[in-house]
């Protein structure tokens, strides 16, 4: 009967040790990240690698959630393979310290040395599909066994479907991030700022570039003077505009120096309309700027002659037989002797 109360007794030690004989060991937990940048400094203190570190700018500093960039060198054929595709600010954790897109550094190792190329870059709006604009946009150099900072690269748009870049030195900037956040990649670093692509153009065709370029600047003068005539008649609008919310309309019942007021801005913007219509036909007819310049000084001066006249006395000629006054005559007389050179002017100029 003993046995009925030792054999339970007699089995806990059995499965104790039967437990302990099957304890596990709890699997290793993830591996910590590694960021681009230490794992650049790794890959260049072991590997002897070359590594290139950079910048971005988007067009606005809420305009792109995360951007895309793409290196490239050139083979036999002098066609660009793409080497490298990074992904600037899509991973917080490789944000170098810095929560703004356009101050943070990124980094990523490359293969090879010598002359390598931006061949697509990239914006991500918020909540939209990535946008790439493709094309060798930047070129620079890369120096074995170096971290090359090659500057940033902003995105400058130039229309809904296109856009440019622009490449700004931030060297000093970058050595402090570094000096700030990993200094053990102070001594790899080496200034290889970017240089912004132009394609060439054949001779053909930059001359002809150069023509046209030449002929906007001919005509820019003359553009300058027709634009600050459609600013006075823009002016006048204006006039006209306010004149008719205060008194409404002419009738019977307008007091005289309203009605007065009234004709005035009319004849103003008649006279403005007018000398707007000449210079367009002067840019037409390819017109240089002595030409237009005299041209529109004799019409000016005609036009203060005429205004005058019709201050002094009204819209209408006096007639001989009411023996018009001295003043009346020499102010029709200097009116009628600017109108005259102005034709003269036309005539010996065709």
């Known amino acids: 009967m003993r046995f009925k109360y030792f054999k339970p007794l007699l089995l806990i030690p059995v499965l104790i040790a039967v437990g302990c004989s099957q304890q596990v060991e709890a699997p290793p937990g993830p591996k910590p990240y590694v960021t681009n940048a230490a794992y650049v400094l790794d890959a260049m203190k072991n590997n002897k690698t070359s ?29 660009w393979d793409v080497t490298n595709a990074v992904f600037p600010g899509k991973n917080s954790l490789d944000n170098f310290g810095q929560d703004k897109l356009m101050d943070q550094i990124h980094f990523v190792e490359v293969d090879g040395q010598g002359e390598f190329g931006v061949l697509a870059f990239g914006c991500k709006p918020y909540g939209q599909e990535l946008k790439t604009y493709r094309g060798l946009q930047a070129t620079f150099t890369v120096d074995y066994g170096r971290l090359n900072y090659i500057g940033e690269l902003a995105l400058i748009p130039e229309g809904r479907e296109f856009s440019t ?40 065709l930059q001359a002809a570039l150069d023509a046209m370029d030449a002929q906007t600047k001919a005509l820019q003068p003359l ?60 840019i037409d007819e390819g017109r240089n700027l002595r030409y237009v310049k005299r041209y529109m000084f004799l019409l000016d001066d005609y036009e203060k002659k005429q ?9 209408k000629f006096p007639s001989f037989k009411d023996k018009p006054s001295a003043k009346a005559i020499e102010l029709m007389w200097d009116m009628t002797e600017a109108q005259d050179a102005l034709r003269t002017f036309k005539e010996n100029n065709p």
């Open 165 to 204: 870049v622009e490449v700004a030195n931030r060297t000093e900037f970058a050595k402090k991030q570094i000096q700030a956040q990993l200094p053990d990649l102070e001594p790899f670093f080496q200034e290889n700022i970017m240089e912004k692509y132009v394609p060439k153009l054949s001779k053909e």
């Open 223 to 282: 553009l300058n003077l027709r634009n600050a005539v459609a600013r006075d008649l823009n002016s006048v609008n204006t006039e006209l505009h306010n004149w008719k919310v205060t008194y409404g309309y002419v009738d019977a019942n307008t007091p005289r120096d309203v009605e007065k007021k009234f004709k005035l801005i009319i004849r103003k913007k008649g006279a403005l309309k007018a000398k707007l219509a000449l210079h367009d036909t002067f």
């Open 51 to 79: 590594a290139v570190a950079f910048q971005v700018k988007p067009i606005r500093t809420t305009a792109c959630e995360s951007m895309y960039i793409e290196f490239g060198q050139q083979n036999s054929e002098g066609q």
């Open 307 to 315: 205004e005058k006249y019709r201050a002094e006395l009204g819209d």
